[in-house]
């Protein structure tokens, strides 16, 4: 059995109202030599005012996980790291690195870096989120030269709303969604249920599909240099690591 001491930590900044990170990847076996130190910034409810707002909180929760020394850090709030555009997410790096003295994975890349992994140019987009947000995402995607041929959200604002939401909604809602177009599914945000649902999507809709936690979690893997398939969790951890 390995000493705690001597698995390796990786340092996690989420938003306080995320309850689903954490139990994803304590249930993920693949990952049982790495320790999570798991940091909050303060989010209520989801809309463009309280998203920008978690910045604030940003370098005080980058100093406190700086205190364990984390060999990777991952910024999980997908929103909330392609809210402010390219520039916002690339000033989230910049500050956590600057405290941190580590590589920084922040939600937004690692989906981009994802559907590019895949040779993915055109997605259908999954959230819970509002037109506006889903707007700002679809945007990001875009100026990232990843084309958003279908999209649909939730349309979910309050943080309890979110926190109980089933999983057949986010499953349903990606059935119902049209992916004729696209080369993936990417179904947004780290409080969604994603790990456990894609093989059984990818199987009925004939497309990879890509969660923000199974993204974090490759980009993650791939930045500790990680080799060797999981299975289980689609083909993005399956067959590109």
Request: glycine share 8%.
């Amino acid at each position: 059995m390995h000493n705690a001491i001597d698995q390796r930590r990786i340092g996690l900044i989420l938003p306080s109202v995320n309850i689903r990170m954490e139990p994803e990847f304590y249930r993920c076996a693949a990952l049982k030599d790495l320790n999570f130190y798991t940091t909050r910034v303060l989010l209520n409810d989801t809309t463009e005012e309280t998203l920008k707002a978690m910045e604030r909180d940003l370098d005080h929760a980058a100093k406190m996980l700086a205190t364990v020394f984390p060999e990777a850090v991952v910024y999980a709030c997908t929103s909330g790291s392609f809210i402010s555009g390219l520039n916002g997410n690339s000033h989230i790096v910049q500050t956590i690195e600057g405290h941190c003295h580590c590589p920084v994975v922040t939600a937004s890349q690692a989906m981009i870096d994802s559907m590019k992994e895949l040779g993915v140019s055109t997605i259908t987009l999954v959230t819970p989120y509002t037109d506006d947000i889903n707007e700002k995402e679809k945007d990001f995607f875009e100026n990232n030269g990843i084309r958003v041929s279908a999209l649909k959200g939730l349309q979910i604002v309050e943080a309890e709303t979110l926190r109980t939401q089933s999983v057949e909604a986010i499953t349903d809602l990606a059935m119902h969604t049209d992916v004729s177009e696209s080369g993936a599914v990417f179904i947004s945000c780290t409080n969604v249920e994603g790990l456990y649902i894609a093989d059984g999507l990818e199987q009925k809709l004939g497309k990879p599909v890509v969660s923000s936690n199974i993204a974090c979690l490759w980009s993650l893997l791939k930045v500790l240099g990680y080799s060797g398939g999981i299975k289980g969790h689609g083909v993005l951890l399956r067959e590109h690591l």
